[in-house]
């Protein structure tokens, strides 16, 4: 192996470290985030971890991690029961301090059970209504089109969110002004808070119904970080069309007993002995649980 390819490969050595040292972080801190305000989504928020770790850990340029600069890159988390996960990943990254994650749902706090941006900067727009955060998404993409800023703009949605119409709708909007500035991203986890989508309202086929809508489909490994990053390199490379990244996760990912499970939906309330599990096989250190579950 030359010099040159075995520097290549070992800078991406620590890009995947770096990402999966993120990735953790942000499953544990949502985790201890819904144990301390007592309820919680916590099946979403670990299946979305490691997307949310390439997202912000390799992808999204937010110059100084503020929302202060207009040509920052846009994430919206259209899923928004998914907050724990945002704001474990934002101080995960050093963004905010790991306060906020351990404030969910407490009152008093900027950290509000849905993610709310009068609260916190770094939430482009509140959401919790399935479907609207991509709606607003869809502006954002189309407002700084018109205004000549090169930023991008990234959504996430869940795949029960998917079933509603206002997605559809969109879908067909983002085509139609071809946003190639947009790039959504689903979680397809397969579960949704009362059962299996499949039982409730069945997706597939999936990608097909997004091509047929006009957008480049992407299907992954939502947790195969490499496959992330690759899978945001060609949405950035496309050029006429709005790209829709279909990630197959876990939900629950990382904790045995929470995984494609659909009772860890939520909102539930972790036991003690449970949450310490979880935790654990996490990779939390004892010193980090012992403060956390204080």
């Known amino acids: 192996m030359s010099a040159i390819s075995l520097a290549a490969r070992q800078d991406q050595d ?3 470290a ?3 040292a993120i990735a953790a972080r942000t ?3 949502a985790i201890a985030g819904i144990y301390r305000a007592g309820s919680g989504h916590p099946g979403g928020a670990l299946s979305a971890a490691d997307l949310l770790a ?3 850990g390799a992808e999204l340029n937010i110059p100084g991690g503020t929302a202060d600069d207009p040509a920052r890159d846009r994430f919206v988390l259209s899923k928004g029961h998914a907050a724990p996960a945002l704001y474990a990943v934002w101080a995960a990254m050093g963004y905010v301090a790991d306060a906020v994650p351990l404030a969910l749902r407490r009152i008093g706090t900027a950290s509000q059970g849905h993610p709310h941006v009068l609260d916190l900067p770094l939430s482009e727009t509140s959401t919790g209504s399935l479907g609207q955060g991509f709606s607003v998404a869809i502006g954002m993409a189309l407002g700084l089109r018109h205004q000549y800023v090169a930023a991008r703009v990234y959504a996430m949605l869940g795949d029960g969110e998917c079933q509603e119409g206002e997605v559809w709708e969109g879908a ?3 085509a139609h002004h071809g946003l190639s500035n947009l790039c959504a991203i689903v979680d397809y986890n397969k579960l949704q808070s009362d059962d299996r989508n499949a039982n409730i309202m069945g997706l597939e086929p999936f990608a097909a119904k997004w091509r047929a809508f006009g957008w480049h489909a992407i299907e992954i490994d939502g947790h195969d970080r490499a496959a992330i990053l690759a899978a945001l390199a060609e949405a950035a490379a496309t050029h006429d069309r709005p790209t829709i990244v279909i990630a197959h996760t876990i939900k629950g990912k990382g904790v045995s007993y929470m995984e494609d499970r659909p009772l860890w939906h939520g909102s539930v309330k972790m036991k003690p ?3 310490r599990q979880a935790l654990a096989e996490l990779g939390a250190t004892e010193t980090d649980i012992a403060t956390w579950m204080a």
Do not use: G, K, P
């Open 14 to 16: 620590r890009v995947h």
């Open 18 to 20: 770096r990402l999966a």
């Open 27 to 29: 499953r544990q801190l």
């Open 54 to 56: 390439v997202l912000y």
């Open 172 to 174: 067909m909007c983002a």
């Open 273 to 275: 002995d449970e949450t």
